[in-house]
């Protein structure tokens, strides 16, 4: 049989292993940061109705710009965004893939500062687009002196600013995107996934719109939203990046009940968002419980938290698991990241930890 390897494949696509977040059926899983609570009643019943209203219609095409949907989602951002200022796919991955093959490709270079979204260099390679990794300082820090030396020495096409930063969790300060977005020459791409879980007082680069007319923030339902499944991913920038990104979206990549269903939940944006308080309750009760324990912790603005000082962070991962509790192994020796969910979980997870560490 034909393996891999004797296909031929695409030089810088040899040797890369696709995404491969483990899916395993485990009684406690904290490993990719999906929302822990199910769809309240209220919105089944609402997504229910609205893709319902769309089932005798399939025979035609949906609407290939998602037009009411995207004022939906421009309404929930505000910031005095119109639908012009945004773009849907499915997933905010789509829409990462959407952004490298208009900007990136082959003969120009994205640059990301790692530890930082396992997705962006994957994007970047699949667009046949040059990945640069410009670091971040062994606290996971990136200061605006290093990030714009990277800008300036690799004249990258496209930026990743990952903010809040996954795996770590932390915010980036506003005056490094700013810094970034004033120096760069190409596109500076903003992924925002986890922005409604930010601490008090963390603003957004959405403000920066206005300025910064080669900025993109993408956001997700995916996380707060608790709508992982229905893929559902978003940008916000100028109206011309959302022209640009047409020339290279599948005719109707959104499919009519996929926009239904989204327009249904932004509906219920309030209820949907319910859970957020209570999850950063979680994180933040994480934060100081491992603290408590002597571990180092990263800050965290996110649905989960960077816990590191592990002698053998792989087999505590593996003892985790044995325990029911499935978290997440970035590749960073020393470091686990485990997702925020429901006190429940916590609970769980403490357990399996003090078990695992013991
Ligand atoms: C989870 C995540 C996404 C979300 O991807 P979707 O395709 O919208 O589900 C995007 N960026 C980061 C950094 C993430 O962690």
Redesign the pocket.
């Known amino acids: 049989m034909i393996e891999l390897n004797d296909l031929p494949l695409r030089d810088e696509l040899k040797g890369v292993r696709p995404y491969g977040a483990p899916q395993l059926d485990v009684p406690v899983r904290l490993n990719t ?1 999906e929302n822990s609570y199910p769809v309240p009643d209220e919105v089944v019943d609402a997504i229910a109705k609205a893709v319902q209203g769309e089932l005798r219609e399939l025979n035609r095409y949906p609407d290939r710009d998602a037009v009411a949907l995207r004022a939906d989602l421009a309404g929930y951002l505000g910031h005095g965004l119109t639908g012009a200022n945004v773009w849907a796919a499915n ?4 829409i990462l893939q959407q952004l490298l093959q208009v900007f990136g490709g082959p003969g120009r270079t994205a640059l990301g500062f790692t530890p930082a ?1 396992s ?1 962006h260099p994957l994007i970047t390679t699949g667009t046949g687009t040059r990945w640069v990794d410009g670091l971040r300082a062994e606290d996971f820090s990136l200061s605006v002196e290093h990030a714009l030396a990277q800008v300036r020495k690799h004249r990258p096409d496209v930026v990743f600013l ?1 903010s809040p930063n ?1 795996p770590t969790g932390t915010a980036m300060p506003m005056d490094v995107i700013e810094a970034v977005a004033a120096e760069a020459p190409g596109m500076v791409i903003v ?1 925002e ?2 922005a409604e879980f930010a601490r008090p007082g963390t603003p957004s680069a959405l403000t920066l719109l206005p300025v910064y007319p080669r900025l993109v923030v993408t956001r ?1 339902m ?2 707060a939203f608790a709508l ?1 499944g229905a ?1 559902l ?1 978003y940008l916000a920038a100028a109206p011309a990046v959302v022209d640009a990104v047409q020339l290279v979206r599948l005719p109707y990549h959104l499919s009519a009940l996929t926009q239904a269903a989204a327009r249904a939940a932004l509906g219920c944006a309030e209820t949907l968002l319910g859970t957020v308080e209570a999850i950063k309750a979680q994180r933040d009760r994480i934060v100081a419980e491992l603290g408590s324990r002597g571990l180092a912790v990263a800050a965290s603005d996110a649905n989960f938290v960077l816990f590191g000082g592990l002698a053998d962070s792989t087999a505590v991962w593996r003892r985790m698991l044995d325990h029911g509790v499935l978290i997440r192994d970035v590749g960073l020796p020393g470091w686990l990241r485990v997702t925020a969910g429901t006190p429940e979980e916590t609970d769980a997870f403490l357990a399996a930890l003090d078990r695992s560490l013991s």
């Open positions: 940061n997933g905010s991955n789509e979204y997705m990952c996954n992924d996934a986890y997700t995916s996380k992982a893929r991913g």
